[in-house]
C-alpha cells in the first residue's frame, strides 16, 4: 500500500507497490503503476496507463497525460505537465544482450518548475529543461533547454520564448514583452539567450485539479 500523510485517490485497476510515496489530492487514474521508491506530490495528476518507476520524484500539482512512461532517472518540480504519449529514456546506447541497469547506466532527465512537454515528443536522456520551457507535440529533445524558451521540431530547436502562461513573446527593441493573457513584463537579457520575468509574484502553485 502507497504511504501518504493525507487521502489521495487510486482507480481500483491501478497498482500501487508498497513503499511509494503520494500526496494528498493527488489523482491516479486507470492502470497507472507506482513502483516502490516512486514518489508523487501533492495534487498530481497521472492519468490512464501512467507507469511510474523507482526513483522517480514527481512536485507539486504535475499532471501527467495518458500512456506516458516515467523511468528511473526522471526528476519534475513543481507544476510540470507531460502530454500524451511523452516518451522518457534513461540509457544513452542500450543493448539487449549488454546488461545497463542502475545508477551507473541511468543518465538523468530533470524539468525544472512549470515545464511543458506537448503530445508525443521524445526526451532523449541527460536532458535539463529550464523552468517554464514549453516542448511542441512530436518533438525529439536531445540538448538542454534554455528557462521560458519554446522548443520544437526533430531535433528540436529554440523558436523564441514563451510566458509563465505558455504564450509566445514578443520582444520589442528594447528587449521588452508583455503576457497577453497575465500581463507580467518580460525582459530579455542583454545576450539574447535568457527571459527575466520583471515580477514573479504573481506565480502561484495551483491546487486545481
Same mark, same amino acid.
Given at each position: 500500500m502507497a504511504e501518504s500523510a493525507a487521502e489521495f485517490y487510486a482507480h481500483s485497476s491501478a497498482v500501487l507497490d508498497a513503499g511509494c510515496? !503520494?500526496?494528498?489530492? %493527488?489523482?491516479?487514474?486507470? *492502470?497507472?503503476?507506482?513502483? $516502490?521508491? $516512486?514518489?508523487?506530490?501533492e495534487n498530481c495528476s497521472l492519468g490512464q496507463n501512467v507507469f511510474v518507476a523507482d526513483g522517480v520524484t514527481l512536485g507539486r500539482n504535475v499532471k501527467v497525460?495518458? #500512456?506516458?512512461?516515467? &523511468?528511473?532517472? +526522471?526528476?519534475?518540480?513543481d507544476d510540470v505537465f507531460i502530454g500524451p504519449s511523452v516518451v *522518457?529514456? #534513461? !540509457?544513452? #546506447?542500450?543493448? %539487449?544482450? !549488454?546488461?545497463?541497469r542502475g545508477a551507473d547506466y541511468y543518465l538523468p532527465t530533470y524539468l525544472e518548475r512549470g515545464v511543458s512537454i506537448g503530445a508525443n515528443a521524445t526526451l532523449v536522456c541527460g536532458v535539463h529543461l529550464g523552468r517554464y520551457a514549453f516542448v511542441g507535440a512530436g518533438s525529439v529533445v536531445t540538448q538542454d533547454v534554455p528557462? *521560458? $524558451?519554446? !522548443? &520544437?521540431?526533430?531535433?528540436?530547436?529554440?523558436?523564441?520564448? +514563451? %510566458?509563465?502562461y505558455g504564450h509566445r513573446l514578443a520582444f520589442d527593441a528594447a528587449g521588452l514583452a508583455t503576457c497577453p493573457e497575465s500581463g507580467e513584463q518580460y525582459q530579455l537579457s542583454t545576450d539574447q539567450t535568457v527571459v527575466i520575468p520583471m515580477d514573479e509574484s504573481f506565480i502561484m502553485h495551483s491546487t486545481n485539479p
Open positions: 510515496r !503520494v500526496g494528498a489530492g %493527488s489523482r491516479i487514474w486507470h *492502470f497507472c503503476h507506482l513502483a $516502490a521508491d $516512486a514518489v508523487l506530490g497525460q495518458n #500512456n506516458v512512461s516515467l &523511468y528511473s532517472g +526522471v526528476v519534475c518540480e *522518457f529514456t #534513461n !540509457v544513452k #546506447n542500450p543493448r %539487449s544482450a !549488454v546488461p545497463r528557462a *521560458f $524558451a519554446l !522548443v &520544437y521540431g526533430t531535433p528540436a530547436r529554440q523558436h523564441g520564448w +514563451v %510566458s509563465t
